[in-house]
């Protein structure tokens, strides 16, 4: 059973272009999760996905990211026209649901490292 | 809005010493509560989870945690370090409230420990 696949593992970006950070979930897992790590800071929730919904993107900035969760496919994290502040490792998780209160937990990918430069 | 607070930002022990974590939450209702660890340039990798009984967990490579509700807090511990256990440290919280899925995670502490 893989893990969460993320890819491309680092991405180099100059300013103005498009990024597009892929994640397969785990076998099985309908949840996904996307959080950022900025340099010296801790993991920022963006969105919370399950198949063809967000399910909750408090922590998406309003402009030039979104994100999606196709019934077939990866789930991607979009990032238009990327400034230098983008800069940061992206992670995914993925899960079955959590909150039932029982055993489970989220499986966190390797992240991809943006670099806009 | 659930928040996760880790105190100690750079933690640097010897060898050998023993390790305690801050890790204190805020939420009133019943959460699950998890800490991960993440090696240098690695993904992040689950140490030991809370879900019910036993407040205090055991987890892998020798850590245990213990969650006291009266103190809204859950404490990464290790009787003796190791060189390698240098990394970061990530306690994370999900409130056990239906919808509400998502893991709020503290800002990190950076644990150094010198051979």
């Known amino acids: 059973n893989a893990g969460v696949m993320q890819n491309p593992r680092h991405l180099v970006r100059r300013r103005g272009q498009e990024a597009r950070l892929r994640c397969s979930p785990m076998k099985g897992h309908s949840h996904v999760y996307w959080y950022r790590q900025l340099p010296e800071e801790g993991l920022k929730f963006m969105v919370y996905l399950q198949k063809e919904n967000i399910i909750d993107e408090s922590g998406m900035p309003k402009e030039r990211f979104s994100a999606e969760f196709p019934k077939e496919g990866p789930s991607i994290l979009r990032i238009q026209q990327v400034v230098r502040g983008d800069s940061a490792a992206y992670f995914c998780?993925?899960?079955?649901?959590?909150?039932?209160?029982?055993?489970?937990?989220?499986?966190f990918g390797q992240g991809t490292r943006l670099t806009v430069v | 809005a659930q928040s996760v607070s880790q105190h100690n930002h750079h933690v640097i022990l010897s060898e050998a010493a023993s390790l305690e974590l801050g890790c204190n939450y805020s939420?009133?209702?019943?959460?699950?509560l998890f800490w991960y660890v993440q090696y240098p340039g690695q993904h992040l990798q689950l140490l030991l989870k809370y879900f019910s009984g036993d407040p205090l967990v055991k987890g892998i490579k020798g850590f245990e945690a213990e969650f006291i509700k009266s103190k809204f807090s859950f404490n990464l511990r290790k009787p003796s370090v190791q060189w390698s256990d240098t990394a970061e440290y990530f306690c994370a919280v999900n409130p056990l409230n239906f919808g509400n899925e998502k893991l709020t995670f503290g800002t990190g502490t950076r644990l150094t420990i010198i051979p």
């Open positions: 998780a993925s899960s079955p649901q959590l909150s039932t209160g029982s055993n489970t937990e989220a499986f």
């Open positions: 939420y009133g209702g019943t959460v699950n």
